[in-house]
C-alpha cells in the first residue's frame, strides 16, 4: 500500500498593478488599475490583463476627462477583461458627456442655487451686508463672552473659616 501526500506549495497570484502610480493611495492593493490618465489608455484594458478572455478578480478605477472624478468597474472574477474594457469606454464616454453638457450647473439650477461665477460675488456681498447691519444694530450683536459651564453652579457651598 502507498500513499501519496500531496501539499500545494505556491499560489499563482497577479501582482502587476496597470497604473500604481494612479492609483489613490487608500485603494493600493485593492484594484487592479487605474486606466484614463497617465499613460495607460481604457482601450488596452482587455490586453493588459493576460487577454481579452482574462477574468480579472480585482476591480479598476476609470479616470474621468478631468483626471478627478473615478468610476469603478468591477468583474469579480466573472467578467472578461474584454466586457471589463467595453463598460469602462462607457463610462468614459459618459463623463465627457456629463462634462459637455455641465451636468453640475444644471444640478444647481434645478435646486434653486446661483450659477458658480455669482457665487464669489454673493458671498462678499452678503459679508459686507452683514458688517453693515452689525455696525448698524450693535445691541444685536452682544460682545461674545465665554460659554458658562452648568456644572459650577452645581457645586456644593464649601464653608469659609
Do not use: C
Amino acid at each position: 500500500m502507498s500513499w501519496e501526500l500531496m501539499v500545494p506549495m505556491a499560489r499563482r497570484v497577479n501582482l502587476y498593478v496597470a497604473g500604481q502610480e494612479e492609483v489613490p493611495w487608500a485603494l493600493r492593493g485593492y484594484v487592479a488599475g487605474a486606466f484614463g490618465r497617465g499613460g495607460i489608455d481604457i482601450s488596452e484594458i482587455g490586453h493588459i490583463f493576460g487577454g481579452r478572455s482574462a477574468k480579472p478578480e480585482r476591480p479598476m478605477l476609470v479616470y474621468g476627462p478631468d483626471s478627478r472624478v473615478l468610476t469603478m468597474v468591477v468583474g469579480g472574477g466573472e467578467a472578461e477583461a474584454a466586457e471589463l474594457e467595453e463598460l469602462a469606454l462607457a463610462a468614459s464616454e459618459k463623463m465627457v458627456e456629463r462634462k459637455k453638457d455641465d451636468y453640475m450647473a444644471q444640478l444647481r439650477e434645478e435646486a434653486g442655487r446661483p450659477p458658480r461665477e455669482k457665487v464669489t460675488e454673493l458671498v462678499s456681498e452678503a459679508l459686507r451686508d452683514h458688517g453693515r447691519d452689525q455696525i448698524a444694530n450693535p445691541s444685536n450683536y452682544p460682545k461674545r463672552t465665554p460659554p458658562r459651564r452648568s456644572w459650577v453652579k452645581n457645586l456644593p457651598e464649601i464653608p469659609v473659616p
